[in-house]
């Protein structure tokens, strides 16, 4: 038996650029939340949530229909680069981010609630500018927030079935994820290949949670 490992890189891939791009919009965006008196900020909050109570396939099909070429988006993105955004894997990229949002933003916003302002306040005094402040002193004060933000998101993305199938697809070397393989695999019975692949994603969605779990019980023996 030979398993074709292919969807496997791809996936991992994805999860990586998703993972760095969305940390970079994550970070400020989460610090802007925790300490926004926006009266729009339970409705932002709510939005950013989404995915987390939408199926999958409900926010595939609206991202089908954002990112195709009879879209506003989509025909914008056709005419720069000749190219449609469904069925691509930068179509793929867009929707892993928006499917895996709340998991970037929720960990650091409330990492960021809890560090508080007190440290940050003290740099400004003593003349550190915004962006100084913000990478010199809140971030590091956030880390356990961001690595387990990191981790949860890089995670949640390999995982990830419903918005993929949607907006990707299946085609080989370009949106052919893991778990789209896996469904393959059972639908044409082939049970030993979606055995085997299966068996690398628990064992890795195992590995993620223990991460996780040891990080943060290491975080609260430190604060004792």
């Given amino acids: ?25 994550a970070m400020p965006f989460s610090w802007w939340l925790a300490h926004t008196r926006s009266r729009w900020k339970p409705a932002i909050e709510a939005v950013t949530a989404l995915p987390l109570v939408l199926p999958p396939t409900v926010l595939g099909f609206y991202l089908l229909i954002l990112m195709s070429p009879n ?3 989509g025909g914008a993105w056709v005419s720069m680069t000749g190219d449609t955004l469904t069925f691509s ?14 998991f970037a933003v929720q960990p650091l916003q409330a990492a960021f609630e809890q560090a508080g302002l007190r440290a940050v306040e003290a740099a400004r005094t ?14 590091p ?39 789209i393989a ?3 695999h059972v639908e044409t019975i082939r049970y030993a290949e979606a055995h085997v692949l299966s068996a690398i994603l628990m064992v890795f969605s195992f590995m993620v949670l223990l991460v996780v779990y040891v990080s943060n019980r290491q975080g609260q023996v430190s604060l004792r």
């Fill in 126 to 139: 003593l003349g550190a500018g915004p962006i100084d402040r913000f990478w010199s002193v809140a971030l």
């Fill in 71 to 73: 879209s506003t988006l």
């Fill in 182 to 184: 896996i469904y393959e």
């Fill in 1 to 25: 038996m030979t398993v074709d490992l292919g969807p496997l890189w791809l996936t991992v891939k994805l999860a990586a650029v998703t993972t760095v791009l969305l940390m970079l919009f």
């Fill in 141 to 179: 004060m956030a880390r356990r927030g961001l690595l387990t933000a990191a981790i949860l998101t890089f995670a949640h993305t390999i995982g990830e079935f419903g918005v993929v199938l949607m907006v990707g697809g299946n085609i080989p070397g370009e949106t052919k994820v893991i778990s």
């Fill in 89 to 102: 894997f930068t179509g793929l990229v867009i929707a892993s981010m928006i499917y895996s949002l709340p």
